[in-house]
């Protein structure tokens, strides 16, 4: 290939590329030179050639490691600035010139650094036409985004550091060797933000829920951080324990959690195939009530009040020994106190689990986990999911279908026709019904977890206490029905939004 000067100046040019032309040696670029300057020339431009491949091309491919020190930023920003920048020399190739080119050509490319540039000014080395390269390409837009990724872990250190010596802290290769490099065939669930896969940690493999958050922004960090201080602190036989952690800022950040073997009562009450004998009804009592106590703790049984915000059966696990225990705490959030209520900007949750109050208007208190645990006790009671779009005119949506039939006393209605009742489990049918009807009355009238943990149990002494509540949540609350009935018109609007006729899966507006 052939090279002139002209057409160096008149090619075009990539469009990120800043060139500059300067001419070092007047008006005359080629000229014949003493072979001792020659020979001074060929030693200079070997030992810059040197240095283009150790200490400027190597630092392009291989960046060093951000730092973490704030005091030396300033000064590596700077000194990335400088090696960035590349220039390109087209220098004069006469005949004596002793390194192989093409015959053609009248230039010899080589890189250097602006400093070294400088230097040959300083030599007087005058026969280079100087093109200036901009080889940025995004180096400073990725060094921010590492940076920014430190800082964050940096945060989450000094936030979960009072809590880090009561959980075990893993490594990310912990965490690839638990999961078999995070295979598919190891994933136990999949939420909006989160991905769940199961594992063995430890010496003894035991086996754990290993939850990984999707994203890597503010917002995921803040989750984390919020789900992990919740979990941790909460210490009850009906909550999945959290057993540790992993931080790592390449790969992200993991919640590690004990492994509950017998599944979720989603797939226990609605995923069996048909043929499969339903769930009995001794166990959904068991479960109604282990769900209760766990949800009574962490309204009152914490330093703080916990609402769950996301109370469903996909969220609660059945043990080998059909024990109740509740899971997934990234939407958890605490309250100043029970019944006390907050806004919040975003509503998150599932539709046909989500409270009047809620999703209409933002509040959020404990009594939104006790709507949301009404709506399971009606699945437990009828074997049907919130939102059903299958079913007849006035069914598709169980608590516009359920809340008429409980306040006039239809409970034979509601019950599911694949099992079979005992008298023994007809009065525990019956209370598990009017623990469902109190818990998706109006906000005003929705009691405490503590009172629906006695209706649970039949607690008599504790019933006599609260009849007149009950009596205004079973006698008059077919006002409240017609005062609420647009209410709840709404509701299953907004739970519709989407779904396809042929569609029987619950909305997840998480």
């Not at 920003?77 to 002793?98: I, T």
């Not at 802290?169 to 896969?197: E, H, M, P, Q, W």
Request: charge should be positive; glycine fraction near 8%; proline fraction near 4%.
């Amino acid at each position: 290939m052939g090279f002139s000067r002209n057409s160096c100046i008149d090619a075009t040019e990539p469009p990120q590329f800043l060139v500059k032309t300067q001419a070092l040696c007047g008006d005359q670029l080629l000229y014949d030179c003493e072979s001792s300057e020659l020979d001074d020339c060929e030693v200079k431009f070997k030992s810059l050639l040197h240095k283009m491949f150790w200490d400027f091309g190597l630092g392009c491919v291989i960046p060093r490691r951000q730092r973490r020190s704030s005091g030396k930023k300033e000064e590596k920003v700077g000194r990335g600035l400088d090696h960035n920048k590349a220039w390109l020399l087209a220098e004069s190739g006469g005949c004596a010139a002793e390194e192989p080119h093409s015959v053609h050509s009248s230039f010899r490319f080589s890189l250097c650094s602006q400093v070294e540039l400088e230097s040959m000014a300083v030599n007087r080395i005058n026969t280079a036409t100087v093109l200036m390269v901009n080889l940025d390409n995004d180096l400073l837009t990725d060094s921010k985004s590492e940076d920014l990724k430190w800082r964050r872990i940096a945060s989450l250190e000094r936030r979960i550091s009072p809590l880090a010596h009561s959980l075990i802290r893993f490594s990310y290769s912990d965490i690839l060797s638990a999961t078999r490099n995070l295979s598919k065939g190891r994933v136990l669930g999949r939420g909006a933000l989160s991905c769940v896969f199961r594992g063995r940690v430890g010496f003894m493999r035991r086996a754990v829920a290993i939850k990984r958050l999707e994203r890597d922004d503010k917002e995921s960090s803040k989750a984390f951080c919020r789900e992990l201080m919740i979990a941790s602190s909460l210490h009850n036989p009906h909550i999945v324990p959290l057993v540790g952690f992993c931080l790592d800022a390449e790969m992200g950040l993991f919640l590690v959690y004990k492994y509950v073997s017998g599944g979720s009562l989603e797939r226990s009450l609605h995923g069996k195939k048909r043929g499969c004998p339903a769930l009995p009804w001794p166990v959904r009592y068991k479960v109604a009530l282990g769900i209760a106590e766990a949800i009574y703790y962490l309204h009152n049984g914490t330093e703080r009040c916990v609402v769950h915000r996301d109370i469903k059966p996909s969220n609660i696990l059945v043990s080998s020994k059909k024990t109740p225990k509740l899971c997934d705490f990234g939407l958890a959030t605490w309250t100043p106190a029970p019944s006390v209520p907050f806004l919040c900007k975003t509503v998150k949750g599932t539709f046909g689990y989500l409270a009047p109050e809620y999703f209409q208007h933002g509040k959020v208190s404990d009594k939104t986990d006790v709507y949301a645990f009404g709506v399971v006790l009606l699945e437990l009671i009828t074997g049907r999911k919130p939102i059903e779009s299958s079913r007849g005119p006035g069914e598709e949506n169980l608590v516009q279908w359920a809340k008429p039939l409980l306040q006039q006393g239809g409970v034979e209605k509601l019950l599911d026709p694949r099992l079979v009742f005992t008298l023994k489990s007809t009065s525990q049918v019956t209370r598990m019904a009017r623990a469902a009807a109190a818990c998706i009355n109006n906000e005003s009238r929705r009691p405490e977890m503590g009172e629906i943990v006695t209706i649970l149990k039949g607690d008599e002494s504790g019933a006599l206490t609260r009849s007149k509540t009950l009596k205004n949540s079973v006698n008059d609350s077919h006002f409240e029905l017609l005062r609420t009935k647009s209410e709840m018109k709404n509701h299953f609007a907004l739970a519709m939004l989407g779904v396809d006729l042929d569609d029987e899966d619950s909305l997840d507006c998480r």
